[in-house]
Structures are given as structure tokens and as C-alpha cells.
């Protein structure tokens, strides 16, 4: 076998040597790219992160000295040295000593009701008239703490100062022993503190990072910062993201055009104290935070490069070493090949896998002679193995082709059978799309089966009506058979049907796919309606000679018609018992065809839940009394307000009352609580009863579900009124639930959300 001439092509050595030198070089410098990246990334994260510390500092230490302020003003209030002092001396002698052991306290004074000033620090503005000053007014309702801000006629008192003064307030009421309200006490923070601790934090770390510390007030004015800052309104994004309550650190522009890195943090959080909400902002430049990262990158390129250039003719040395013994295995190959010699293949022992290639080359050559002999050999019994194997291919398709018929005839007969059910037969995949589909949609919706074939359900149904479906091919594309009953509108008409769905599931017991079969119900919902409103028409009739019948039979009962006969009233008292069973079980007829069609109002107004709670109990006592029964109150969740139905929520505490009257042993209590939370009340009606059995437990809630039908009989009641209960309360944007434990007793509770009424005071 010899190689025909062929075009000049590179030779091995050059390749590899090219090859290996370009992946070293393209390794190194993927090396380098990586490292650079995610040391950039590192020393972005560190900066921020010192930034953020130290954010968290400034924001601890300003909470620290506010809580203090806050705790002297609480103790000086409580001293009876100043609650029943006589001599304003004795006050002045303690706020002295109050000013002595924390000097950032600028000014300490004590103003009697009419707001003149009658003992201070150091005397300063005793006699003074402070009662409209914010602090005065303020700390006469209570305590109080007040912003950043001059006071002039303090700072006329107060020794110079290079920086401006100003403070921050804290006062509280004073009342004598005897509960006399005496006036206000109110100490003054000299802003100065808040410098000297932004100047602590900052001196070790102003002269490697050159970081500032802003104090920003709720309007957006820094009120400690720069200088050329101060005083002035800032707007940023760490300021906004501040005011959210988060503590984190960002990357930001301002407005000197300049990046910074900037970490915040923001005062006055979960303190049970009134704080002051202040943005505290760390900033630095990002050029100075990433300067010895940017000095270190230039190290490493360098560095690197160098290091590449190294490797790489290292690599090229090498690999032309490596390539020798193959450039003698194919000089000889490629000299037998252009002169057609039966020259040898040389054995090479350059390394183990050129030496192997040689000897297994040289076999090679060897047995070309043999090979060829064997072709010439065999050919002269191809013509009759090609015959053989001719009549062996015809047999295999004749079998095929019987089969494919087969298969065929029986797809025609599933075909002809889904087609003439009254009902459309699919079959999907994984992705939703249609692989078969049933005539019966051409009946239903006018489109041919072909139409639909490898659409998905999403494109043919729409996104619309696709919505409702979509819980259902979730649950079967996990592997789950579904029914269910639905409605959904399709070019413009409504569509009532019942559709199952079942899995496909492989050998492997993998889903492939579902079927689904869906049935046109549209018939039976008509009869569904004509049933209800053949109910409600009833129901309503019935009412009304009820009601009469019912009042009548009380007034008899009562003797309004004149004195009758025991026997004839306990007659009348079973009659007047059995219209009042009818009466509610027509009224739960009603409520629950107003709850299928959607028609229930609901009148929602801002109620206190303690009067609805004691209403409803009120008018539930002489229920009980029948039963020799006691309800009982616990509802000590204070005066909060719920947004509700007053009716429908006297309905349901009434139910759940009755309920538990009902099945409650002779004697025995029913409880009334009340649970309060931050969003949310839970009111929880609990009795001493039979409790519910567990396989009960999920049947609760259902229409015309009652444990068993000896307590139907027994107890009376249609099993309407939990599933009524459970309409209403979620309606009113609440949830309901139970407990319950056999022969212990039962816990039914029904959760509502509090209304939110929010007020603002301007300091």
C-alpha cells in the first residue's frame, strides 16, 4: 500500500512546538486573569467590609450614649430628692454632680409647670422662661427625645467653641410622691461627643484609608461629616438603603462625581426606648481602597509574563525532543509512500510509545501481503454469500411489512373507537405537547385533530385558561392520576367540564407523558342550577310561615293569649324548638346557595373585638342555660380594632358557640379566649366535649359533615354551619382551624388580621 502525493502540510514538530507554547502562554495568562479577577473581588469585599465595622461602631456607640441619656433622664425622674425636693439647691447639687461624671452633658435643668427654670447646672438660665421650647412642651407628655438642633439662647451661656453648638435633647415629666405633676427635667447633649467619637474611630484608619464618617438626620441634612458637608442635604443610595433598615455596605457614584465605596448603618433600631433615627455613612474612595490591589496586579502581570516566556520555550525545547523519533517513523513511511518501495518501517527508541508505534507499523507492513492474499480469496465467494444474504433480507421485510400491517390495523380500531367516544382523548409529553388527539375535538371546538398535533396545551388553550390547568399537569407530569371538575372560557364561550389525567409511565416507571380524557358537563351544571335555585326559592318560601309560625308559637308560649295548660305549653315549647331547628337549617340553605353564587355581601367596618366577643357570648348565655352549660370569658388582649362583617362575625362565634354548647357534657364550661400577636388576633372557643375522632379530622370543613349519624339524630344540625364558617372568615381575609382531642375536648379558633391605624406627631 503506497501514499499518493499530497499538498506541503506542517510538520509534527512544528505543531507540537506551536501547540505547547501556545497553551502554556494561554494557561499563564488564564492564571493570571483569574487571580487578578478574584483578587479585585476579595479586596472590594475587605474594603466594604472595614467600612461596614465601622458603620456598626459609630451607629453602637451613638445608641449607647443616646440609651445612657435616656436611662440618667428615667433616673433622675424617680429620685425623690428631685420628685419632693423643697430647695431648688438640692436639684441643682444633683444634676451638678449628673454633669461632673459625664461631662458631654452641656446643660442639665429643671422647669417648673409654667416653664420657667428654677434649678440648672451650673445655674445657667435659672429664671429663664423655656415653656415653648420643644423639649418643654414635649417632655411635659411624657419622654422624649429631640433631634440635632442650635439653641441660641444656650449657646449665649455656653464658653466658645471652634465648631458651632449644638445638641440633642432628652426630657421627661416629673410628678411629686403624691402623683402632683411638678414640671419637666431635660438634659442637653453637646453635639461635641458625637465629633470626638467619629475622630476616635477614624484616627487609626483615616491614615491608611482615608475613610469619612457622615451623621445624616431623617431629612437628609448631614448633621456631622466633612467639612463643607455639614449642615448641607445629601441624596444617595446608601442613604436610601439606610432609611430601609438594612446594615450592608454598596458601591456608589456622589456627587462630586468621584466612586466610593460607602458602608451604612442606621440608629435607633429594636430599642424599647424613643431613639433618634440617624443614617450613619462610611465612606472612601474606591481608587484609595483598591490602590495596593492595583500595585500588586501590576507585580503579578509582570511577574507572570516573564514567567509565561519561560515556560514556553521550556515547553518548545522539550516537545521538539519528544518529536524526533516520530520525525524518523514518518520520514521513512512518507519515503515509501512517494517511491511505492517495500521498504521496512524502522525500529525507533526514542521513548516507550514510539518504539511501540514502529514495531507495530513494521507488523503491519508484514502482513499487507497476507491481507491482500485473504481479499483476493474471498472475493471469489462473495457472489454466492451476497445471494444468501439477498434472500435472508427479503425474508425479514416480508415478516416487517406483516407486522407494520398489523400495527397498523390495530391503531385504525383504537383510533375508530376514541373517535366515537363523546369525549376528547389526548396524549402529551413531558413538554405539553399534543402526540394524539380524538376526533371528538373537531365536534367540541370545530378545529381538526391534525391541527393540534405538536402544539403545546399553553398555545391551543390560551394562557388564560391554561392558568387553571396548570396545577393539574404538575401534579400528573410528577407522576399522580388527577380528576377534576372546572370551567374556563375558549373564544368567548364558557366550557364546564371534568377532565382526568393520567400518567405514562416507561419500563423504568418514568413519566412520558399523560392522558388526558375530558367530558363536557355543561347539562349537569344546568341541572345543578335549576336545583339551587329551586332550593333558594323554596327556602325562601318556607321562611317566611316559619317565621310567623315560630312568633306565634313564642307568644303563646309566653301567655300573651291567656294562661293555657302545662301540657299543652311544654307542646308548644317543643313546637317553638323544632320551627327555630327549621328556621336555621332554611337560613344555612341560604347562606350556602349565596356562598355558590357569589351573592354573600359583606359590610366591613373598623369594630372592637371585645364588644363583638361580649355580644355574641351575651346572646348565647340562655342557649347554654338549656344545656346546663357555662360560657366563659378570657379576653384580655386590650382595645384593638378588626376590620369586619359585624353580622357574619356574630354568625360565626355563634356557630362555633352553639357547636360547643351542644356537645359539651351537663356541667361542663365553654371557654372564650382571646390570643393577640403583632399583625394578627386569634379568637379560640374551647370545650370540655366527646372531641372529634382523627379520621374525622379532614372532613371537618365539608358540606353536611357531622361526626356520625347517631349525633345528627342526638344533636341535631345539618353539618352546614362549620363549612359556612369557614366561607365567612375567609372572606374577612382570616383563616380557621381546630383541635381536638377524644373524650378530652375540642379547640375551634378562627384568625384575623388587625387593622392599621397609623397616627404621626410632628416634634
Same mark, same amino acid.
Given at each position: 500500500?503506497?501514499?499518493?502525493?499530497?499538498?506541503?502540510?506542517?510538520? %509534527?514538530?512544528?505543531?507540537?512546538?506551536?501547540?505547547?507554547?501556545?497553551?502554556?502562554?494561554?494557561?499563564?495568562?488564564?492564571?493570571?486573569?483569574?487571580?487578578? !479577577?478574584?483578587? *479585585?473581588?476579595?479586596?472590594?469585599?475587605?474594603?466594604?467590609?472595614? %467600612?461596614?465595622?465601622?458603620?456598626?461602631?459609630?451607629?453602637?456607640? %451613638?445608641?449607647?450614649?443616646?440609651?445612657?441619656?435616656?436611662?440618667?433622664?428615667?433616673?433622675?425622674?424617680?429620685?425623690?430628692?428631685?420628685?419632693?425636693?423643697?430647695?431648688?439647691?438640692?436639684?441643682?447639687?444633683?444634676?451638678?454632680? #449628673?454633669?461632673?461624671?459625664?461631662?458631654?452633658?452641656?446643660?442639665?435643668?429643671?422647669?417648673?409647670?409654667?416653664?420657667?427654670?428654677?434649678?440648672?447646672?451650673?445655674?445657667?438660665?435659672?429664671?429663664?422662661?423655656?415653656?415653648?421650647?420643644?423639649?418643654?412642651?414635649?417632655?411635659?407628655?411624657? &419622654?422624649?427625645?429631640?433631634?440635632?438642633?442650635?439653641?441660641?439662647?444656650?449657646?449665649?451661656?455656653?464658653?466658645?467653641?471652634?465648631?458651632?453648638?449644638?445638641?440633642?435633647?432628652?426630657?421627661?415629666?416629673?410628678?411629686?410622691?403624691?402623683?402632683?405633676?411638678?414640671?419637666?427635667?431635660?438634659?442637653?447633649?453637646?453635639?461635641?461627643?458625637?465629633?470626638?467619637?467619629?475622630?476616635?474611630?477614624?484616627?487609626?484608619?483615616?491614615?491608611?484609608?482615608?475613610?469619612?464618617?457622615?451623621?445624616?438626620?431623617?431629612?437628609?441634612?448631614?448633621?456631622?461629616?466633612? =467639612?463643607?458637608?455639614?449642615?448641607?442635604?445629601?441624596?444617595?443610595?446608601?442613604?436610601?438603603?439606610?432609611?430601609?433598615?438594612?446594615?450592608?455596605?454598596?458601591?456608589?457614584?456622589?456627587?462630586?462625581?468621584?466612586? $466610593?465605596?460607602?458602608?451604612?448603618? &442606621?440608629?435607633?433600631?429594636?430599642?424599647?426606648? +424613643?431613639?433618634?433615627?440617624?443614617?450613619?455613612?462610611?465612606?472612601?474612595?474606591?481608587? &484609595?481602597?483598591?490602590?495596593?490591589?492595583? /500595585?500588586?496586579?501590576?507585580?503579578?502581570?509582570?511577574?507572570?509574563?516573564?514567567?509565561?516566556?519561560?515556560?514556553?520555550?521550556?515547553?518548545?525545547?522539550?516537545?521538539?525532543?519528544?518529536?524526533?523519533?516520530?520525525?524518523?517513523?514518518?520520514?521513512?513511511?512518507?519515503?515509501?509512500?512517494?517511491?511505492?518501495? #517495500?521498504?521496512?518501517?524502522?525500529?525507533?527508541?526514542?521513548? !516507550?510509545?514510539?518504539?511501540?508505534?514502529?514495531?507495530?507499523?513494521?507488523?503491519?507492513?508484514?502482513?499487507?501481503?497476507? $491481507?491482500?492474499?485473504?481479499?483476493?480469496?474471498?472475493?471469489?465467494?462473495?457472489?454466492?454469500?451476497?445471494?444468501?444474504?439477498?434472500?435472508?433480507?427479503?425474508?425479514?421485510?416480508?415478516?416487517?411489512?406483516?407486522? %407494520?400491517?398489523?400495527?397498523?390495523?390495530?391503531?385504525?380500531?383504537?383510533?375508530?373507537?376514541?373517535?366515537?367516544?363523546?369525549?376528547?382523548?389526548?396524549?402529551?409529553?413531558?413538554?405539553?405537547?399534543?402526540?394524539?388527539?380524538?376526533?371528538?375535538?373537531?365536534?367540541?371546538? @370545530?378545529?381538526?385533530?391534525e391541527e393540534l398535533m405538536g402544539k403545546t396545551l399553553r398555545e391551543v388553550v390560551g394562557n388564560k385558561f391554561y392558568a387553571g390547568l396548570a396545577t393539574y399537569v404538575q401534579r400528573v407530569l410528577a407522576g399522580e392520576r388527577v380528576s377534576f371538575e372546572a370551567e374556563g372560557t375558549i373564544n368567548n364561550r364558557v366550557y364546564y367540564y371534568q377532565s382526568i389525567y393520567v400518567p405514562a409511565l416507561n419500563d423504568a416507571g418514568i413519566v412520558e407523558g399523560f392522558y388526558a380524557m375530558s367530558f363536557d358537563i355543561a347539562d349537569r351544571k344546568r341541572v345543578e342550577m335549576m336545583k339551587n335555585e329551586f332550593v333558594s326559592t323554596?327556602?325562601?318560601?318556607?321562611?317566611?310561615?316559619?317565621?310567623?309560625?315560630? @312568633?306565634?308559637?313564642?307568644?303563646?308560649?309566653?301567655?300573651?293569649?291567656?294562661?293555657?295548660?302545662?301540657?299543652?305549653?311544654? #307542646?308548644?315549647?317543643?313546637?317553638?324548638?323544632?320551627?327555630?331547628?327549621?328556621?336555621?337549617?332554611?337560613?344555612?340553605?341560604?347562606?350556602?346557595?349565596?356562598?355558590?353564587?357569589? /351573592?354573600?355581601?359583606?359590610?366591613?367596618?373598623?369594630?372592637?373585638?371585645?364588644?363583638?366577643?361580649?355580644?355574641?357570648?351575651?346572646?348565647?348565655?340562655? $342557649?347554654?342555660?338549656?344545656?346546663?352549660?357555662?360560657?366563659?370569658?378570657?379576653?384580655?388582649?386590650? *382595645?384593638?380594632?378588626?376590620?369586619?362583617?359585624?353580622?357574619?362575625?356574630?354568625?360565626?362565634?355563634?356557630?362555633?358557640?352553639?357547636?360547643?354548647?351542644?356537645?359539651?357534657?351537663?356541667?361542663?364550661?365553654?371557654?372564650?379566649?382571646?390570643?393577640?400577636?403583632?399583625?394578627?388576633?386569634?379568637?379560640?372557643?374551647? *370545650?370540655?366535649?366527646?372531641?372529634? +375522632?382523627?379520621?374525622?379530622? *379532614? =372532613?371537618?370543613?365539608?358540606?353536611?359533615?357531622?361526626?356520625?349519624?347517631?349525633?345528627?339524630?342526638?344533636?341535631?344540625?345539618?353539618?352546614?354551619?362549620?363549612?359556612?364558617?369557614?366561607?365567612?372568615?375567609?372572606?374577612?381575609?382570616?383563616?380557621?382551624?381546630?383541635?381536638?382531642?377524644?373524650?378530652?375536648?375540642?379547640?375551634?379558633?378562627?384568625?384575623?388580621?388587625?387593622?392599621?391605624?397609623?397616627?404621626?406627631?410632628? #416634634?
Open positions: 500500500m503506497f501514499l499518493s502525493k499530497q499538498a506541503s502540510r506542517p510538520k %509534527l514538530a512544528t505543531l507540537l512546538t506551536g501547540g505547547v507554547s501556545i497553551v502554556v502562554l494561554c494557561t499563564v495568562l488564564s492564571m493570571l486573569v483569574l487571580v487578578d !479577577h478574584f483578587a *479585585d473581588n476579595y479586596a472590594q469585599k475587605q474594603a466594604e467590609q472595614r %467600612l461596614q465595622q465601622l458603620s456598626w461602631q459609630m451607629r453602637d456607640e %451613638l445608641d449607647q450614649v443616646m440609651q445612657k441619656a435616656v436611662g440618667d433622664v428615667q433616673l433622675l425622674s424617680q429620685l425623690n430628692q428631685i420628685k419632693d425636693a423643697k430647695d431648688p439647691g438640692d436639684i441643682r447639687n444633683i444634676v451638678d454632680t #449628673l454633669q461632673t461624671t459625664f461631662p458631654s452633658y452641656a446643660w442639665i435643668g429643671f422647669a417648673a409647670p409654667d416653664g420657667k427654670v428654677i434649678a440648672a447646672t451650673k445655674g445657667l438660665l435659672e429664671g429663664a422662661d423655656v415653656s415653648q421650647r420643644p423639649w418643654f412642651q414635649q417632655g411635659q407628655k411624657g &419622654l422624649y427625645a429631640g433631634d440635632y438642633h442650635p439653641a441660641l439662647l444656650l449657646q449665649k451661656q455656653m464658653p466658645y467653641s471652634a465648631d458651632p453648638w449644638h445638641f440633642v435633647d432628652v426630657s421627661i415629666p416629673i410628678h411629686s410622691s403624691d402623683g402632683t405633676y411638678r414640671g419637666v427635667i431635660g438634659a442637653h447633649l453637646s453635639w461635641g461627643w458625637a465629633r470626638e467619637m467619629a475622630r476616635s474611630l477614624l484616627s487609626p484608619v483615616n491614615q491608611q484609608y482615608s475613610a469619612e464618617i457622615m451623621v445624616v438626620r431623617e431629612d437628609g441634612t448631614v448633621i456631622l461629616g466633612p =467639612k463643607g458637608m455639614e449642615e448641607k442635604k445629601i441624596k444617595s443610595t446608601s442613604l436610601t438603603q439606610s432609611r430601609s433598615g438594612k446594615s450592608v455596605a454598596t458601591e456608589e457614584k456622589w456627587e462630586d462625581g468621584q466612586e $466610593y465605596l460607602t458602608g451604612y448603618a &442606621l440608629t435607633g433600631n429594636q430599642r424599647n426606648y +424613643p431613639a433618634l433615627k440617624w443614617s450613619i455613612l462610611v465612606r472612601q474612595r474606591k481608587d &484609595l481602597a483598591m490602590a495596593a490591589l492595583r /500595585n500588586l496586579e501590576h507585580e503579578i502581570l509582570y511577574l507572570g509574563g516573564v514567567l509565561a516566556l519561560i515556560l514556553a520555550f521550556i515547553a518548545a525545547m522539550m516537545a521538539r525532543r519528544l518529536s524526533s523519533s516520530l520525525i524518523q517513523l514518518s520520514s521513512s513511511i512518507e519515503r515509501r509512500g512517494q517511491h511505492r518501495t #517495500l521498504e521496512s518501517i524502522p525500529i525507533v527508541n526514542g521513548f !516507550h510509545e514510539a518504539h511501540l508505534l514502529s514495531v507495530t507499523l513494521a507488523d503491519m507492513v508484514k502482513k499487507e501481503g497476507q $491481507y491482500l492474499a485473504g481479499i483476493e480469496r474471498a472475493n471469489e465467494s462473495l457472489e454466492s454469500t451476497v445471494a444468501e444474504r439477498t434472500r435472508e433480507i427479503e425474508t425479514k421485510a416480508n415478516e416487517l411489512e406483516l407486522s %407494520l400491517q398489523r400495527q397498523r390495523s390495530a391503531q385504525s380500531r383504537l383510533q375508530a373507537i376514541t373517535d366515537n367516544l363523546p369525549s376528547i382523548i389526548t396524549f402529551m409529553d413531558t413538554q405539553e405537547r399534543y402526540l394524539f388527539v380524538s376526533a371528538f375535538v373537531t365536534t367540541e371546538f @370545530g378545529v381538526k385533530p323554596v327556602s325562601h318560601e318556607l321562611r317566611t310561615p316559619l317565621t310567623s309560625i315560630n @312568633g306565634a308559637l313564642r307568644l303563646v308560649a309566653a301567655g300573651v293569649a291567656g294562661e293555657i295548660p302545662p301540657k299543652v305549653k311544654e #307542646l308548644t315549647i317543643v313546637a317553638m324548638r323544632n320551627t327555630d331547628r327549621l328556621l336555621r337549617l332554611i337560613n344555612d340553605i341560604l347562606d350556602m346557595e349565596k356562598i355558590a353564587s357569589g /351573592n354573600m355581601e359583606f359590610n366591613l367596618k373598623l369594630t372592637k373585638l371585645n364588644q363583638l366577643i361580649q355580644e355574641a357570648i351575651s346572646a348565647n348565655i340562655s $342557649y347554654a342555660d338549656q344545656y346546663g352549660v357555662r360560657i366563659v370569658g378570657s379576653i384580655d388582649c386590650g *382595645d384593638v380594632d378588626v376590620n369586619v362583617d359585624r353580622d357574619r362575625f356574630a354568625q360565626v362565634l355563634t356557630n362555633l358557640l352553639s357547636n360547643a354548647v351542644k356537645f359539651s357534657h351537663e356541667g361542663g364550661e365553654v371557654r372564650v379566649s382571646v390570643e393577640a400577636a403583632a399583625k394578627t388576633v386569634k379568637i379560640i372557643v374551647s *370545650d370540655q366535649g366527646c372531641g372529634i +375522632p382523627v379520621n374525622f379530622h *379532614d =372532613k371537618i370543613f365539608q358540606k353536611f359533615s357531622q361526626v356520625d349519624n347517631s349525633n345528627t339524630r342526638k344533636k341535631g344540625g345539618t353539618g352546614l354551619g362549620l363549612n359556612i364558617c369557614k366561607t365567612i372568615i375567609e372572606h374577612m381575609g382570616g383563616t380557621i382551624g381546630f383541635k381536638s382531642t377524644v373524650d378530652v375536648g375540642s379547640q375551634f379558633f378562627f384568625e384575623l388580621p388587625l387593622a392599621s391605624v397609623q397616627s404621626s406627631t410632628e #416634634l
